[in-house]
């Protein structure tokens, strides 16, 4: 599996020209992401048939990406198994698949991944850091929040962003007030 491990991969999937934060899950040694109906993510795994999962921990990109597009040179073309698919141009490491949509529902596409490579381009050993994960969290509540306004998800993401402004460096700091204005 290389890059990723069992569980729920949380990283920054791109497709053509489009970024997001995605979880990718690995289970039993099987590669597969749940998408949304609706997201540029999900029309371009339908149409082109792969992803790349981009490791990053730069905070702002997970924010940036949760809620806007990137420019085109954030973007670098890069061949993983014969064909040409994208990846961040800031990453640290990644890892290209073959999507094929298995299932649907009325909301979703189960989506099984093959691969098709990864490289690493910065080998540089990180700690855990708390602001970074409050990041995340509330960055994934902050996506199911602009949908409807839930009073509960608010609550969870003022918890997490507490948790960045504690626990968290310059970089989480300034990606937990880039959220915050996403939520305006």
Not at 85 to 108: G, K, P
Request: glycine share 8%; net charge negative; hydrophobic share 45%.
């Amino acid at each position: 599996m290389g890059l990723l491990r069992e569980g729920i991969n949380e990283v920054v999937a791109t497709t053509r020209d489009n970024a997001a934060p995605m979880g990718i899950i690995c289970r039993n040694g099987a590669l597969s992401m749940v998408l949304f109906k609706g997201s540029h993510t999900e029309a371009n795994i339908r149409r082109d048939g792969w992803v790349v999962a981009n490791v990053t921990h730069d905070p702002a990109v997970w924010v940036r990406t949760a809620f806007a597009d990137l420019p085109p040179e954030a973007f670098v073309e890069i061949e993983a198994g014969g064909r040409a698919v994208q990846r961040l141009a800031a990453c640290e490491a990644w890892a290209a698949f073959r999507a094929t949509v298995r299932h649907e529902t009325a909301e979703t596409y189960f989506v099984a991944l093959e691969p098709l490579g990864e490289g690493v381009i910065e080998a540089a050993v990180q700690a855990h850091n708390r602001g970074f994960a409050g990041i995340i969290e509330a960055t994934v509540h902050a996506t199911r929040y602009v949908i409807g306004r839930d009073p509960a998800l608010k609550a969870l993401i003022d918890h997490h962003l507490a948790i960045v402004r504690k626990c968290g460096g310059p970089r989480e700091r300034e990606a937990a007030a880039l959220l915050e204005e996403y939520l305006i």
